[in-house]
């Protein structure tokens, strides 16, 4: 029972939160989240208001750009990635939306 008392607790805080976050102006709010796996693969999710243009780039442990791209994207996306042709390190992820910059790092196997 407790748990349950708990999990809702959570549950409401983390609802009025993210009511509260939109309330102020709903077209500057977006969300990404980085989910790393492992063999060189990562997803990089977003959730926004409407279509909108994101750039994604990954730049390697010299600050050398590896990859880039421009997504029109609908109000939400899932993208793949799979850097395991490139050399085993440690990667920067950057994820530019209208509103905000987004920066994550990925290590890829063990430093040569």
């Known amino acids: 029972m407790k748990k349950l008392v708990v999990l809702f607790f959570v549950l409401a805080v983390s609802g009025i939160v993210s009511l509260a976050g939109g ?3 709903p077209e500057k709010n977006s ?3 980085v989910m790393k796996g492992s063999n060189g693969r990562l997803k990089v999710f977003y959730k926004g208001n409407g279509a909108t243009f ?3 780039s990954i730049f390697d ?3 050398n750009l590896r990859f880039n791209e421009r997504i029109k994207a609908k ?3 899932v993208r ?3 850097l395991s042709d490139l ?7 950057v994820v530019e939306t209208p509103d905000k910059t ?3 790092s990925y290590t890829y196997g063990e430093k040569p």
């Open 61 to 63: 442990e010299s600050n």
């Open 87 to 93: 050399k085993k390190g440690t990667y920067k992820i």
């Open 31 to 33: 969300t990404v989240a």
């Open 80 to 82: 793949p990635y799979d």
């Open 23 to 25: 309330v102020d102006d």
């Open 54 to 56: 994101i750039k994604i």
């Open 75 to 77: 109000p939400d996306f």
């Open 102 to 104: 987004y920066v994550d």
